[in-house]
């Protein structure tokens, strides 16, 4: 494991705020510099043509809702966990185990009895469709996570049934899409790291919610919600190969959870966000997913 200085200073003194508040700040904007020169030869956003995978249809107040998920190579693929590994991050609570897909503008289409409805297209990375096409688990976690985000981005509210098109890949025509193509630093600058108000401790540490993503081929981001912090002061991480440990100041909250993919520990870097009451954690890989 490394050293769990390298990652989150131990503010155990006032008197030593102001240097571990600098060296904090340092690693933070040194790990949104990495974030950046990674991807300044990109532009903010690309065009993509999607293409047609299968339709799912479904309805809503309004009426029949068709959902075409489709796929291009241009969209960063999901962690390269296997079913048994993905399971375990959700039966352990912590999915934040992310897909990224684009979602689509409504378009107004005619079914195939000629009647109104309307179609939204969301597009996955070409490879994972792939492999999601040999898995009904992972197709119906798509499913569920593209009914899940058009319901959010759109104020929808679809019907939980839903059944697949035979012969039928997609519905209306597929549009291009706008995709982000640099990234947005995930990491960004601290706020006042302490505040005279602390939290009482409870009865046990409490799990907080974990989000992982690839941000790059070989860049690995965690976020650790932590609502009832207002800074970093007695917070301590762990990182190491395949594991990732936190601890909260008086036993307010711990995490111990198991990574399966090689992290580069040395590298690692870790801020914690006020504003958003979040431990951001970047950890580089040692060996890029395929």
Same mark, same amino acid.
């Given at each position: 494991?490394?050293?769990?200085?390298?990652?989150?200073? #131990?503010?155990?003194?006032?008197?030593?705020?102001?240097?571990?508040?600098?060296?904090?700040? #340092?690693?933070? %904007?040194?790990?949104?510099? =990495?974030?950046?020169?990674?991807?300044?030869?990109?532009?903010? $956003?690309?065009?993509?043509?999607?293409?047609?995978?299968?339709?799912?249809?479904?309805?809503?107040?309004?009426?029949?809702?068709?959902?075409?998920?489709?796929?291009? *190579?241009?969209? *960063?693929?999901?962690?390269?966990?296997?079913?048994?590994?993905?399971?375990? @991050?959700?039966? #352990?609570?912590?999915?934040?185990?992310?897909?990224? @897909?684009?979602?689509? =503008?409504?378009?107004?289409?005619?079914?195939?009895?000629?009647?109104?409805?309307?179609?939204?297209?969301?597009?996955?990375?070409?490879?994972?469709?792939?492999? @999601?096409?040999?898995?009904?688990?992972?197709?119906?976690?798509?499913?569920?996570?593209?009914?899940?985000?058009?319901?959010?981005?759109?104020?929808?509210?679809?019907?939980?049934?839903?059944?697949? %098109? /035979?012969?039928?890949?997609?519905?209306?025509?597929?549009?291009?899409?706008?995709?982000?193509?640099?990234?947005?630093?995930?990491?960004? #600058?601290?706020?006042?790291?302490?505040?005279?108000? $602390?939290?009482?401790?409870?009865?046990? *540490?409490?799990? *907080?919610?974990? $989000?992982?993503?690839?941000?790059?081929?070989?860049?690995?981001?965690?976020?650790?919600?932590?609502?009832?912090?207002?800074?970093?002061?007695?917070?301590?991480?762990?990182?190491? =190969?395949?594991?990732?440990?936190?601890?909260?100041?008086?036993? %307010?909250?711990?995490?111990?959870?198991?990574?399966?993919?090689?992290?580069?520990?040395?590298?690692?870097?870790?801020?914690?966000?006020? /504003?958003?009451?979040?431990?951001?954690?970047?950890?580089?890989?040692?060996?890029?997913?395929?």
């Amino acid at each position: 494991m490394a050293d769990s200085k390298l990652l989150v200073p #131990e503010l155990n003194d006032a008197e030593t705020m102001g240097a571990e508040t600098s060296r904090f700040e #340092e690693l933070l %904007l040194q790990a949104s510099k =990495e974030l950046q020169q990674a991807q300044t030869s990109r532009p903010e $956003s690309t065009q993509i043509q999607p293409q047609p995978g299968f339709c799912i249809k479904t309805n809503s107040a309004e009426g029949k809702v068709f959902i075409n998920i489709c796929h291009s *190579p241009s969209i *960063p693929p999901p962690a390269d966990l296997t079913e048994d590994e993905l399971l375990q @991050m959700l039966e #352990e609570d912590q999915a934040g185990f992310r897909i990224p @897909m684009s979602l689509g =503008e409504p378009h107004a289409e005619v079914d195939a009895k000629g009647q109104g409805c309307t179609a939204y297209d969301v597009a996955v990375n070409s490879d994972f469709f792939r492999r @999601m096409q040999n898995s009904d688990f992972l197709r119906e976690l798509v499913i569920t996570i593209a009914r899940e985000g058009l319901e959010d981005k759109y104020g929808l509210q679809l019907n939980p049934e839903w059944r697949i %098109l /035979k012969n039928r890949p997609f519905l209306g025509s597929i549009s291009q899409q706008n995709i982000r193509s640099q990234q947005r630093p995930r990491i960004q #600058e601290l706020g006042n790291l302490y505040t005279p108000s $602390s939290p009482r401790p409870e009865a046990c *540490p409490e799990k *907080p919610h974990l $989000s992982l993503w690839l941000e790059a081929p070989d860049l690995l981001l965690a976020e650790i919600d932590l609502p009832k912090l207002d800074g970093a002061l007695g917070l301590s991480l762990e990182v190491g =190969e395949n594991r990732l440990v936190m601890g909260g100041p008086q036993q %307010l909250y711990h995490l111990d959870t198991y990574i399966p993919l090689r992290i580069n520990c040395d590298e690692s870097k870790a801020a914690f966000h006020q /504003k958003r009451k979040q431990l951001m954690v970047a950890m580089p890989l040692l060996s890029v997913p395929s």
